[in-house]
């Protein structure tokens, strides 16, 4: 029979950082739900595609300013993961823009939006390393 092994709880000194972690992902992933949001579903209207992508450039820009505040060593492989994550992302967003004004075809809108959003995954492989690392708080 394989034992776990158990965790120890984040450390008082790195709850700030779990805490600006969690503001980056949170703002991240508002942006790309907006962003998905520009992809037709059955009757429903879709967001307009410019207001998509400007939403996910202010995301990308926000999260950016809670980027520091989570560096730390034990997890600055993730840390980094998710910085070119955004800078791919960021690099893709006048190609969404490009694709809708030249196509009305649905799939290479979705192919420009999947390079957006794809990349982004990094956060939530990050936040698996959080929790792999450490017993995070549920009050927290």
Same mark, same amino acid.
């Given at each position: 029979?394989? +034992?776990?092994?158990?965790?120890?709880?984040?450390?008082?000194? +790195?709850?700030?950082?779990w805490q #600006?972690f969690l503001?980056?992902?949170? &703002?991240?992933?508002?942006?790309?739900?907006? /962003? /998905?949001?520009?992809?037709?579903?059955?009757?429903?209207?879709?967001?307009?595609?410019?207001?998509?992508?400007?939403?996910?450039?202010?995301?990308?820009?926000?999260?950016?300013?809670?980027?520091?505040?989570?560096?730390?060593?034990?997890?600055?492989?993730?840390?980094?993961?998710?910085?070119?994550?955004?800078?791919?992302?960021?690099?893709?967003?006048?190609?969404?823009?490009?694709?809708?004004?030249?196509?009305?075809?649905?799939?290479?809108?979705?192919? #420009?939006?999947?390079? &957006?959003?794809?990349? /982004?995954? #990094?956060? #939530?492989?990050?936040?698996?390393?959080?929790?792999?690392t450490w017993?995070?708080?549920?009050?927290?």
């Amino acid at each position: 029979m394989r +034992l776990r092994r158990r965790r120890d709880p984040l450390p008082d000194d +790195l709850l700030p950082a779990w805490q #600006a972690f969690l503001d980056c992902a949170a &703002v991240i992933e508002g942006g790309r739900r907006t /962003l /998905l949001g520009t992809m037709p579903v059955g009757r429903v209207e879709p967001t307009p595609v410019g207001l998509g992508v400007d939403a996910m450039g202010a995301a990308l820009e926000d999260a950016e300013g809670w980027m520091d505040g989570w560096r730390i060593d034990p997890l600055l492989e993730d840390w980094q993961d998710c910085h070119e994550a955004m800078d791919e992302a960021r690099s893709n967003l006048d190609a969404v823009r490009a694709v809708a004004a030249e196509t009305d075809e649905l799939e290479e809108l979705q192919e #420009a939006v999947g390079e &957006v959003i794809a990349p /982004l995954d #990094a956060f #939530a492989d990050a936040e698996q390393t959080w929790r792999r690392t450490w017993r995070i708080p549920r009050d927290r």
